[in-house]
Nanobody
């Protein structure tokens, strides 16, 4: 059973930075894709960033140029570096990983951007 555990969320002022980490109990390299979703109160869940097994990445238009996703196969972690944060980035951020037959989810970490 694969487990994903997020860390790094918190309260930050507008313009600040946070780095989220998703730690997997299994090999990150074995997944077809790993990434991050977010969901703000009253809004639909949004794909933030994803990194495909071959290394290519994709981002939501709203975070392009500000967020960077990366993968460390040796540590079995996926990081989301978030810079120039805005109040509209406030949400619960959840890590996910896609294998051949199912998708795994972490429990989520709260990110609040406020002055």
């Amino acid at each position: 059973q694969v487990q994903l555990v997020e860390s790094g969320g918190g309260l930050v002022q507008p313009g600040g930075s946070l780095r989220l980490i998703c730690a997997a109990s299994g090999s990150i390299f074995s997944f077809n894709a790993v990434g991050w979703y977010r969901q703000a109160p009253g809004k639909e869940r949004e794909l933030v960033a994803v990194i495909i097994r071959g290394g290519s990445t994709n981002y939501a238009d709203s975070v392009k140029g500000r967020f960077t996703i990366s993968r460390d196969n040796a540590k079995n972690t996926v990081a989301l570096q978030m810079n120039s944060l805005k109040p509209e980035d406030t949400a619960v951020y959840s890590c996910y990983a896609v294998s051949i037959n199912r998708t795994y989810w972490g429990q989520g970490t709260q990110v609040t951007v406020s002055s």
